[in-house]
């Protein structure tokens, strides 16, 4: 553990003052995530199947504690379908477009740990070729400084980087997950209150199959379609 921890204080030493822009990246970047992924771990539903969601939407009380509220808001005082698809846009507002707003910070927050390393390395050669110009007896030693704070911090950005595409990349997956469920939800919640809002019918009109040279002409066909 204390070699650890030696290793670590020598890489902070070595990387230049490009290591506190890192750490400062990685603080936010991995809070933000963590956080993003522990609140669309509590919100999604990601095994309900059809029976189940049916059984919540007829009666709230027996959905899941993080789901009731979002189920009533869509149902109460409702008057039409078009009011419970005004409720279900105005929760993927709320919601979803938060999800995408915190996902594109983490996204600008993970990009920029590399570049930060990619800084750190262009101050480290500088420092090499300012060393080498001048020359002098204590030259090796300000080279391999040089040197040392570019690969610092070039491995410092992509440590950085790397486990926060992952994490981006599950919060990303877990956030289509829940607009899946969303949209599960709305078209079950639309199919069982379209008897009590009388859900319109609609017709579209669909041509014959071609007749042979000696029939009719082929007519069209008023077919109702619920929707």
Do not use: C
Request: proline letters at 4%.
């Amino acid at each position: 553990m204390q070699d650890a921890l030696r290793e670590m204080l020598h890489t902070w030493t070595n990387g230049g003052w490009v290591m506190a822009a890192l750490a400062l990246v990685a603080l936010i970047a991995y809070a933000t995530v963590i956080n993003l992924l522990i609140s669309l771990h509590y919100r999604g539903i990601k095994k309900a199947s059809d029976p189940d969601i049916h059984r919540w939407i007829g009666d709230p009380t027996t959905a899941p504690r993080r789901l009731r509220e979002l189920i009533r808001y869509t149902q109460d005082e409702v008057h039409s379908l078009a009011d419970i698809e005004g409720r279900f846009r105005e929760v993927e507002a709320a919601q979803i477009l938060d999800v995408e707003r915190r996902l594109a910070f983490v996204n600008v927050m993970v990009v920029s740990a590399p570049l930060f390393g990619l800084l750190g390395t262009v101050l480290g050669m500088l420092l090499t070729f300012k060393a080498i110009s001048v020359g002098g007896s204590s030259t090796a030693e300000v080279i391999a400084k040089g040197i040392s704070e570019a690969l610092v911090a070039t491995q410092s950005g992509m440590m950085v980087a790397i486990p926060g595409l992952l994490m981006a990349y599950v919060a990303k997956r877990w956030r289509n997950e829940y607009v899946v469920f969303l949209t599960r939800l709305e078209g079950i919640t639309l199919r069982h209150f379209r008897g009590e809002f009388h859900g319109m019918t609609r017709h579209f009109v669909r041509k014959a199959p071609k007749a042979s040279a000696k029939t009719a002409e082929p007519t069209q066909t008023s077919v109702p379609v619920l929707t």
